[in-house]
């Protein structure tokens, strides 16, 4: 699976024939230049769903490696433009993007074209969890932690502090913890924590954690990952997708008023309160209750309408509930 694209420059000049010996991986070396990689996979083509449907077909059924070869090109820049959030590690691009590669292909070599769900949806879980994992393995475990608080501020600290104006280097003010612990619902304490880690000198992820006879054992050892795999992922970006379109459609049997309430104290976080809304639309909180309640009616009974009823329970349950 790995010999399935050429180098850039020799790609260019046959797309339609396989690679036989170069590895992916290769194809974006330290001593390249990225900026001719970046303008070269622009030129392969996007392809149509119908097609990228039979490349997948002939690879799954028949190993057909040219076939896999135009899947992987066509997201190349997919790939390219994935790794380009990730430029705030101090890691070299070109390697993101090789990492992110190597994801592409393990996701075309997962791929089910009867799914229904195009390449690029199942693909960037794959790259984004090649990238992060080539991070992880790339900086230490002090720095990273292993919580789902604390992996979560490694990878949009740096945003963050970016948006707020806290980039300067120096140490966090007590308002600027407070803004970052909000924006991305951790403890205030994870915040500093973090950004200590962050700031601080690397640590060996090979190094020991103790020397008892009790504790052996590297500091590796315990990077966890606590993500879904890919196939469970998938599932719950088509049920997300699937609940998106039902969403939509059935919100068309709403009027302006009705949307804006509903909207207002179901879809948003933190909901708008009954005397909010009341202000809002000259109305009682009671008024306001009874036309997000028969909002709520409509909205599910044009759902059961568009032959959603077994999907009924979706307005009653994450999206709305």
């Given at each position: 699976m790995t010999d399935i694209v050429k180098k850039p420059a020799e790609a260019v000049k046959k797309p339609e024939k396989p690679a036989r010996s170069t590895a992916l991986t290769a194809s974006l070396s330290p001593d390249g230049s990225l900026s001719r990689y970046l303008r070269e996979i622009r030129k392969y083509p996007m392809l149509e769903a119908?097609?990228?449907y039979m490349l997948a077909k002939r690879f799954a059924d028949h190993q057909d490696t040219d076939?896999?070869?135009q899947l992987v090109t066509s997201h190349l820049r997919l790939v390219a433009k994935i790794a380009m959030g990730y430029r705030g590690y101090g890691l070299p691009l070109g390697e993101v993007i090789q990492e992110g590669n190597i994801g592409l292909?393990?996701?075309?070599?997962?791929?089910?074209?009867?799914?229904?769900?195009?390449?690029?949806?199942y693909a960037?879980?794959?790259?984004?969890?090649?990238?992060?994992?080539?991070?992880?393995?790339?900086?230490?475990?002090?720095?990273?932690?292993?919580?789902?608080?604390?992996?979560?501020?490694?990878?949009?600290?740096?945003?963050?502090k970016g948006q707020i104006d806290a980039i300067d280097g120096g140490q966090l003010t007590p308002e600027q913890v407070k803004e970052i612990s909000d924006r991305l619902n951790v403890s205030p304490e994870d915040v500093q924590q973090m950004d200590g880690r962050m700031s601080g000198s690397d640590r060996s992820l090979n190094a020991p954690i103790a020397q008892g006879e009790d504790e052996s054992g590297e500091w590796q050892d315990w990077l966890e990952d606590d993500r879904d795999d890919p196939e469970t992922a998938l599932v719950v970006s088509d049920e997300m997708d699937v609940r998106r379109e039902m969403m939509q459609q059935a919100m068309s049997v709403l009027n302006d008023r009705e949307i804006d309430i509903l909207t207002a104290r179901r879809l948003s976080e933190p909901a708008a309160t009954l005397e909010e809304l009341s202000q809002k639309h000259d109305v009682s909180r009671e008024r306001i209750r009874?036309?997000?309640?028969?909002?709520?009616?409509?909205?599910?009974d044009a759902m059961v309408a568009n032959n959603a009823s077994q999907n009924s329970d979706v307005i009653e349950g994450e999206v709305i509930g």
């Open positions: 119908q097609q990228e076939a896999a070869h292909m393990q996701a075309v070599k997962k791929f089910d074209a009867e799914r229904g769900f195009r390449l690029a949806t960037m879980w794959w790259i984004r969890a090649s990238i992060q994992e080539y991070i992880l393995r790339s900086w230490s475990l002090v720095k990273i932690g292993t919580t789902a608080a604390q992996k979560k501020l490694f990878f949009n600290l740096r945003k963050v009874q036309i997000e309640t028969r909002a709520f009616e409509k909205l599910r």
